[in-house]
């Protein structure tokens, strides 16, 4: 209310009184849906009339809470999204009219500014009303406004396009991450669906630092459901993790499968950030806190294995600096490694990689203070040219954290495996000369590498039309696959009950007649001539003379 002239605050003050009677829970609906009405009907009005009006229905929101908001969620949003646009179109034209004319009012760009925080603040209070249930739906729906340049969405061209698109983005984005904040669910597979995160990873690579800097917060947002992000004051490579207080629950079947579905898709993301000519100190920062929450809400053995691993292919990006990148980036990722393998190895307790991460740590800070974050990510960040030539004890080395990983039960040829981030469908719809080029280069090599003598069926050449027969005949088996669930799920669904306790019953009785005779066979073994007999786990053991 600060920022809105005095009228304007008397306006809100008149109107919250004039609506009061009608402000119950139960009725709250029948308010929000006038003064959606009324914002529509004064679109054109000042920015601070329409600012006056959407701070009302974010009071009206909160009152709202107790109840619910009811039939008009869609509605609500709907509302405030196209005011959003509107919005951002008055203020790239300068006018209300899309045609200048005498007499043409000329709007000021910071007053639609306001009006666009009010609204975002507003779809913000809105959200927070909601089941979790309805706000995954809200997410899904104010993505599917994101303009993103992909085979789905059509982008604006031309330079005015280009603003119009930026500033949609950004705002759409700003509202999603008002959405997002105190989201909390058990069940991340099907409250963030692939409908949804696929274009929020995509937004994540885009050019505009200002909006893979908003991408990145909303995934902490989302994946932190315990708080635990704002436990951390600074980033450090000596947390305490016990003065930290961190909440850290066993991951969930559900949360499993989840990671099982989209970590892959998540680390190439995060990989690809990284490297990056216009990330800051803040794009690095939130990088760490992703992983960080990930590390702590969705860690199974096999995450933190390939976290460790994406996080030492950030190093290996650093050093190598294909794409030349600026100084302070490469120290920065220098800096994000040696953090979090310096907070994953106290979770883990493990103490031979605690002592090989301390001990690379403690070599930094004597000859190379400028490769952790003590001098990276502060108000006055060091940095150093030398960067260019890091000695290997200085290196957090893979061959080195496989070892002592593996030794205590991870999975070490995982672990001496080299991440290397997946293409995706996006990729190869875009990219498919170079993968053709990779194909035909793998078909030369083995041909080169098998016997000259050997008769071998020559190889298919891989064309245009062979790339794409291919894509969609894997779409056409995911369909089929697809309609194959949906027949299993509706037959269980719609059929009645003796018809399914007898396929069951007849499954059961198959399964345990194949077990039988397979028991029957391992517990009769054959006599052997030696006289020896296989037991469990192949060792031989001598049976007694007879």
Known sequence: MADIPPWIADFISTYTKHFTPCFQPQHSHLVIQQLLGHLDANSKSAATVRAGIVEVLSEAAVIAASGSV??????????????????????????????????????KEHEERMFQEAVIKTIGSFASTLPIYQRSEVMLFIMGKVPLPSLHHAMEIGKAGENRNRLTQIMLLKSLLQVSMGFQCNNMLTALPTSFLDPLLSSALMEDAEIRLFVLEILICLIDRHGNRHKFSSISTSPDIAIL??????????????MKKHSQHLYRHIYLSCNDTANTQTHYEAMYFLLVVISIELATEDVVVDLIRLVLAVQEMA???????????????????????SLISNLTTVPAFCQHIHEVIE????????????????????????????DTELLFLQSKISEVLGGSGYNSDRLSTPYVPQLTDEDRLSKRKSIGETISLQVEVESRNSPEKEERAPAEEITFETLKKAIVDSVAVEEQERERRRQVVEKFQKAPFEEIAAHCGARNLFTLTNIHVIFLIFCSPPPSPSGTITAAFGQPQNTPSL
């Open 245 to 258: 207080k961190l909440k850290v629950d066993k991951c969930s079947r559900q949360d499993a499968l989840f």
């Open 319 to 341: 050093l190598n600096n294909e794409d030349n990148l600026p100084t302070y980036c490469r120290c920065a990722m220098h800096a994000l490694c040696a953090a979090y393998l």
């Open 70 to 107: 009811g039939p008009t969620v869609l509605e609500v949003f709907n509302t405030l999204l196209r005011q959003l646009r509107l919005s951002i179109d008055y203020e790239l034209r300068g006018t209300y009219d899309s045609t200048i004319n005498i007499g043409t009012k000329i709007i």
């Open 363 to 390: 070599m930094r800070q004597k000859v190379a203070p400028y490769l952790l974050p003590e001098d990276v990510f502060t108000e006055n960040p060091q940095w150093s040219n030398v960067v260019d030539q890091v």
